[in-house]
């Protein structure tokens, strides 16, 4: 039996056509009880991690295995490492501040070239893909058969970085590694492989105040939560927008969402989310992405991470593929509007909750 199938199984069997053209082996075991190991199995990592003893340097310990390629696009699509000297190992200022410009420049470097080289690889693979099954953004929900979940993700990734490359290679072009004290204000103009740890972070600490506020309105004005009676799509559009960080900060202060808000960048959130989750179920499930990555698919579903551990993030992610998993593509996406409607420490224990009439 493939590997790939005990995990998926622990979902859902929505997909089981889909899978059959990837493995060559029909047996499937059947669903029901085996759903709950998606959270199972995340909560084993965690206990097993609170068990271990701290590192020890004295002690052997095995090297570490790659994660699931099939799972984990491939690192040039995230930042590069930022090389910048120590001010100790500096003779002068000037020579410290001259080696910690010449460390940026080099790290916008690299992660300029990295987009020209995922855009590449994405190439190479359309190349590969048959003209029938290859993605469009006419089509964005649509995941190609022979897309992996490493392969969605690139897609997606270089998409995003591309459209930001003009523009951001010009900031580079006019103030140089000055552009270090500017793109902290301006997250939204720069590719992901060019922002520096700080700006990731600060986007993420940005991203869950605003969440947190978000929520905090939301529950004052429907204290019964997505079944609310007056809390409609239109409703749940603003607040998702708000709570995934995809609007700008600017509108929340403006108190308005402007048109086409939801349809420019809620709706493809949803279409990557789709895919992402399906190919996330099909491929290995949590349990197999990078930790960089994990942190990356928790944050785009509107799981803090911050100040939380590795177990912690498998379990939340594991929650969320159990509880949004559902054949029927209008089902699927009311359960998932149900659970961004919800603080993540609230959403429902098991799958048999209610979900909204309406669809985001």
């Not at 897309?147 to 290679?169: E, I, K, N, Q």
């Not at 580079?172 to 990731?200: D, H, M, S, W």
């Not at 509107?302 to 209008?330: F, N, Y």
Request: one cysteine or more; glycine letters at 6%; aromatic letters at 8%.
């Amino acid at each position: 039996m493939s590997a790939r199938i005990p995990w998926r199984h622990c979902a859902s069997r929505p997909y089981a056509g889909r899978l059959l053209t990837r493995s060559a082996t029909p047996r499937i075991p059947s669903p029901g009880p085996s759903l709950s190991k998606v959270l199972l199995f995340s909560q084993q990592h965690h206990h097993q991690q609170q068990q271990e003893p701290a590192h020890n340097p004295h002690r052997n310990e095995p090297p570490r295995q790659p994660r699931n390629p099939l799972l984990n696009p491939p690192a040039s699509t995230r930042p590069p490492v930022l090389n910048v000297s120590d001010r100790s190992a500096c003779k002068s200022t000037f020579e410290y501040i001259y080696q910690l410009g010449k460390g940026y420049l080099t790290f916008y470097k690299n992660g300029l070239q990295a987009v020209l080289a995922n855009r590449r690889l994405l190439k190479d693979k359309l190349r590969k893909t048959p003209a029938a099954d290859r993605p469009s953004i006419w089509k964005p929900h649509y995941v190609p058969k022979t897309f992996s979940r490493a392969d969605w993700v690139l897609l997606w990734r270089v998409r995003h970085d591309m459209l930001r490359l003009p523009f951001f290679g010009l900031m580079i072009f006019v103030i140089g590694e000055f552009t270090a004290l500017v793109v902290i204000y301006v997250n939204g103009v720069v590719p992901y492989t060019c922002r520096i740890p700080k700006q990731i972070y600060s986007g993420l600490r940005e991203a869950e105040q605003r969440r947190r506020l978000a929520f905090d309105e939301l529950e004052k004005q429907f204290p019964h939560g997505p079944l609310s009676p007056r809390l409609d799509a239109v409703v749940a559009r603003k607040h998702i927008l708000r709570s995934l960080h995809l609007s700008g900060l600017m509108w929340d202060r403006l108190g308005l969402t402007p048109p086409g808000m939801w349809q420019t960048k809620g709706r493809l959130r949803m279409a990557f989310l789709e895919g992402d989750d399906m190919n996330l179920i099909e491929d290995g499930g949590p349990m197999g992405l990078e930790p960089e990555e994990l942190r990356i698919a928790c944050a785009e579903r509107g799981i803090d991470v911050l100040g939380k551990t590795e177990g912690d993030m498998r379990s939340m992610l594991g929650d969320w593929l159990r509880l949004t998993a559902a054949k029927d593509i209008t089902e699927r996406r009311r359960r998932m509007a149900t659970l961004l409607l919800t603080r993540p420490e609230n959403w429902p224990q098991k799958r048999d909750f209610p979900v909204p009439e309406w669809e985001l």
